[in-house]
């Protein structure tokens, strides 16, 4: 059976950082496709980054330049390096992994973590 539990959320001001981690357990992150999304107050989930089962990188406009996804294959764990944070990058994250990578690009991935509050205020 396939977990995926985040941690490293929290409250941090307007220009901060913050790591996400998402732990994976029940299959080999190698051999999957990861993303992470979040949903703000008010609005839809939506798609921030991506990596493929053979490590290409995508981003949303919104995060480029400022968020860095990465994994750890040997320790089966996912990263999201949150950096210069802004007061609408505010919501619950979320880390998804699927084994079809369009499954992450229509927001529709067949396994989702629990989330992870962030609150970024100005």
């Known amino acids: 059976q396939v977990q995926l539990v985040e941690s490293g959320g929290g409250s941090v001001q307007a220009g901060g950082s913050l790591r996400l981690s998402c732990t994976f357990s029940?299959?080999?992150?190698?051999?999957?496709?990861m993303a992470w999304f979040r949903q703000s107050p008010g609005k839809e989930r939506e798609g921030v980054a991506r990596?493929?089962?053979?490590?290409?990188?995508t981003y949303a406009d919104s995060v480029k330049a400022r968020f860095t996804i990465s994994k750890d294959n040997a320790k089966n764990n996912l990263y999201l390096q949150m950096n210069s944070l802004k007061p609408e990058d505010t919501g619950v994250y979320y880390c998804?992994?699927?084994?079809?990578?369009?499954?992450?690009?229509?927001?529709?991935?067949?396994?989702w973590g629990q989330g992870t509050q962030v609150t970024v205020s100005s």
């Open positions: 998804a992994v699927d084994p079809d990578f369009m499954a992450l690009v229509r927001g529709r991935p067949s396994f």
């Open positions: 029940g299959y080999l992150v190698s051999s999957y496709n």
């Open positions: 990596v493929d089962s053979d490590g290409t990188t």
